[in-house]
């Protein structure tokens, strides 16, 4: 059977997708060849209004559809607190958990050498004016348990330390249910160091 070089294409562009792999953009992509024409409209039409609606927040850089993200202008959030997370989607987690009240700080991305994304390219002095700005006392850095992250968190930590503030990393440890026959060595060590008293 011949290639179809427009299916292809197609493919190609789901294939740019987190986790979507060949054979996952070819079935996407012969799916929606299935598709009614009306769904593949409002697929369109959705796609077009997220992309057009949908912006950073101007102050913490959460994603939002309005002129500020409901977490900035809640007045009943306690601002004096602050998660600093690398990306937008990074605060679901944090909010499906219902019980923290503080605000945050979207990163942008995180500092990779490799890639030459280093501390100017990230909302790393956004995070200081608002520091200044909005009075934080804590910053929880929340960055992933990698290489950059962890060098993120460092330097974050390192230009702060001149500053009257608190800096916390999130504790790694074991997850609630798992075996010592499925822990790692570095999430043991990271969970004998982070031990609590009972």
Do not use: W
Not at 77 to 92: G, P, Q, Y
């Amino acid at each position: 059977m011949k290639d179809l070089k427009v299916v292809d294409k197609l493919a190609d562009s789901f294939s740019q997708f987190p986790s979507i792999g060949s054979k996952t953009a070819e079935r996407m992509a012969y799916a929606l060849l299935d598709m009614p024409q009306d769904e593949v409209e409002n697929l369109l039409k959705n796609i077009k209004e997220a992309k057009s609606k949908i912006h950073p927040c101007p102050v913490c850089g959460i994603l939002t559809d309005e002129d500020c993200c409901s977490v900035c202008t809640d007045p009943d959030r306690n601002h004096a607190e602050c998660i600093v997370v690398a990306l937008s989607k990074d605060v679901l987690p944090f909010e499906k958990i219902g019980t923290y009240n503080g605000t945050y700080h979207v990163l942008g991305g995180l500092i990779n050498p490799s890639k030459n994304i280093g501390p100017e390219n990230l909302k790393i002095e956004e995070l200081v004016n608002r520091i200044v700005k909005e009075g934080i006392k804590e910053l929880i850095i929340a960055t992933n348990a990698t290489p950059e992250g962890e060098i993120t968190a460092l330097y974050i930590s390192k230009i702060l330390s001149d500053r009257n503030i608190k800096i916390t990393r999130l504790a790694y440890g074991m997850p609630i249910g798992a075996s010592f026959d499925y822990i790692d060595s570095l999430t043991l060590e990271k969970a004998l160091k982070g031990r609590t008293k009972i």
